[in-house]
């Protein structure tokens, strides 16, 4: 089994900066793919950024709205993922959730039904 422990959410001012910690708990590959995801009230989940491991090494992958602002960044002798997160804008407000899994994920690495085991969720407010 895989358990996924995430922290570091809170409330914010607009600009301000939060990094998430993901740590996972259980045998994990090191072609897995680990990756953040947001939900905000009324709306999809989505990807954020996820970092995948493969025969080339690793990659990242940010959704546009995140793009420049988030940074995703791996700990593998830990297991652990962060997510930086700078000049935070009340868009951004959700509850974060880390996600990992094998395979699909290389191909659509933000895509929430590729990834199989996730955490509890982190919440974070940005306010104006």
């Known amino acids: 089994q895989v358990q996924l422990v995430e922290s570091g959410g809170g409330s914010v001012q607009a600009g301000g900066s939060l990094r998430l910690s993901c740590a996972a708990y259980?045998?994990?590959?090191?072609?897995?793919?680990m990756g953040w995801f947001r939900q905000a009230p009324g709306k999809e989940r989505e990807g954020a950024a996820s970092v995948t491991t493969g025969g080339s090494g690793s990659r990242t992958y940010y959704a546009d709205s995140v793009k420049g602002r988030f940074t995703i960044s791996q700990d593998n002798a830990k297991n652990t993922v962060y997510l930086q997160m700078n000049s935070l804008k009340p868009e951004d407000t959700a509850m974060y959730y880390c996600?990992?899994?094998?395979?699909?994920?290389?191909?659509?690495?933000?895509?929430?039904?590729?990834?199989?085991?996730w955490g509890q969720g982190t919440q974070v407010t940005v306010s104006s």
């Open positions: 996600a990992t899994g094998a395979g699909g994920c290389w191909y659509r690495p933000l895509r929430d039904n590729e990834y199989n085991y």
């Open positions: 259980g045998y994990t590959y090191s072609s897995d793919c």
